[in-house]
């Protein structure tokens, strides 16, 4: 993780514990590049990204639905997919991961309804942490992926 792919409000873990960056962090690890021998502010070597996951996914609201992925219709294979949907100027957008083993695969892909006709774009980057999607959905929407208080099960 690069300080260039964050922005105020991203999700980080401090010292294990999930916390948003604000301004107050940003003058902190800034002193601290100064004068690295102060302990008693947060350094930036002391953050880490957090890892995408199925309880991020259910706290930001996705919902969960199984997808049979075998391409033959006689045999099955279920995987589990998070779906998140969004409106842009009027047009319906929506991510989906693909879970594997509780973690998202390499699997994501950004999908858009124009004029009654779904298309998608499997992103040729992995989508691995938290604010690496806050900063997706803020490029695309203008408005911060919050966190919900719902969340989504998956049968």
């Known amino acids: 993780m690069e300080a260039n792919e964050l922005r105020i409000g991203n999700l ?12 107050g962090f940003i ?28 309880e991020w996914l259910r706290k930001f609201n996705f919902k969960c639905y199984m997808k049979n992925v ?24 929506w991510f989906d991961f693909e879970v594997d083993q509780q973690e998202p695969t390499n699997f994501f892909w950004l999908n858009w309804n124009f004029g009654g006709v779904n298309h998608f774009v499997h992103l040729p980057r992995k989508i691995k942490y938290v604010h690496e999607l806050q900063n997706l959905f803020f490029a695309l929407t203008g408005e911060e992926l919050e966190l919900k208080t719902e969340s989504s099960t998956c049968g």
């Open 27 to 54: 003058h902190d690890c800034d002193y601290w590049n100064r004068n690295p021998e102060r302990q008693d502010v947060v350094s930036f070597e002391n953050v880490e990204p957090i890892t995408i996951n199925e």
């Open 70 to 93: 075998s391409g033959n219709p006689d045999k099955e294979h279920l995987v589990r997919r998070w779906q998140y949907k969004f409106f842009v100027n009027g047009n319906e957008w």
């Open 12 to 23: 980080l873990s401090f010292s294990g514990e999930p916390g948003a960056i604000n301004a």
